[in-house]
C-alpha cells in the first residue's frame, strides 16, 4: 500500500465522499418522509429506502472505523494552533460516533415497533430485527427520542465540519479538501 504523509489514502477517500452524500440523503430522506405531506405510497416507499440505505451505513461504519484503525492518516497541519487540532479531532470522533449511533438507534426504534414490520434491504433481503426488543415501548420511545437528538447533532457537527474547512481556506489560506483528495503528490 502507498503510503503519503499529505494526504488520506484511496480508500479513506472514497470512503469519506461516498458516505459523505449518503448520509446527506439520509438526513433529507428522513426530514422528507417524518415532516413533509407525501403521497402515501411515495411515503411508505421512503420509509423502505431509509431504513435500506441506513442498514447499509451501519454496516459500511463499521468497515470505515476498521480501516481508519489499520491505515496510515496524514498528520494534521503544523500551522494548526493546538486549540485547532484538539477541535478536529474531537470533531472528527464525533462524526465517527453519530455515524454509527444514529443508524444504530433507527434500528432500535423500528426493532421494538409493537407493529413488528420487517426491514427488506432494497428489496433483496430481510434484515433482522435487533433480538429481544419488540414491543417494547420503553426502548422504542428511548429510540425515536435518541435517533431525533442524534440527526441534529448530525446536522450541527457537518456544518461545522464544512464551516472549518472554509475557515481555513479563506483565513488560513489552507486548503484542506487536498488532503481528502489525490493530488500530483501522490
Ligand atoms: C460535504 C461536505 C464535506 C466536506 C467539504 C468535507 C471535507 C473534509 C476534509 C477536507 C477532511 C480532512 C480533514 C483534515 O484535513 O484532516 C475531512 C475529514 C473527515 N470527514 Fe469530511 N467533509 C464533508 C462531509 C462529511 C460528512 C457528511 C461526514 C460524516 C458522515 C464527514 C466525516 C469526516 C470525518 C470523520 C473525517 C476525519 C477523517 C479521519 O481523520 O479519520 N465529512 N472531511
Ligand atoms: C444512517 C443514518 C441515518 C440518518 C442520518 C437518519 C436520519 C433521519 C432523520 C433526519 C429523521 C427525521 C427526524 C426524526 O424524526 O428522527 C429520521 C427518521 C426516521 N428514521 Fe432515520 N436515519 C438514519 C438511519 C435509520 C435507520 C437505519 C433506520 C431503521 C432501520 C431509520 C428509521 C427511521 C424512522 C422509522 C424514522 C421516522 C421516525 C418517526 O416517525 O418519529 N433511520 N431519520
Known sequence: MAVTHDRYNSIA?????????????????????????????FKFQLYQWHKSGGILLLLASFLRISWRLISV????????????KLAAKAGHYALYAVM???PLSGWLYV?????????????????????????NETIHEIAE???????IMFG?????????VIKHAVYDHENLLRRMWWNSKG
Open 100 to 102: 454509527f449511533l444514529t
Open 13 to 41: 477517500i472514497i470512503l469519506h465522499w461516498t458516505m459523505a452524500i449518503a448520509f446527506l440523503v439520509m438526513l433529507g430522506s428522513g426530514v422528507a418522509m417524518t415532516y413533509f405531506e407525501l403521497d402515501k405510497s
Open 73 to 84: 492518516i496524514p498528520k494534521l497541519p503544523d500551522n494548526l494552533a493546538p486549540w485547532e
Open 145 to 151: 427520542e435518541a435517533h431525533f437528538i442524534l440527526t
Open 111 to 135: 426493532s421494538s415497533s409493537v407493529y413488528g414490520l420487517p426491514t427488506i434491504v432494497f428489496n433483496l433481503f430481510e434484515w433482522p430485527h435487533f433480538p429481544g426488543v419488540e414491543g
Open 156 to 164: 450541527i457537527l457537518i456544518a461545522g465540519h464544512i464551516g472549518a
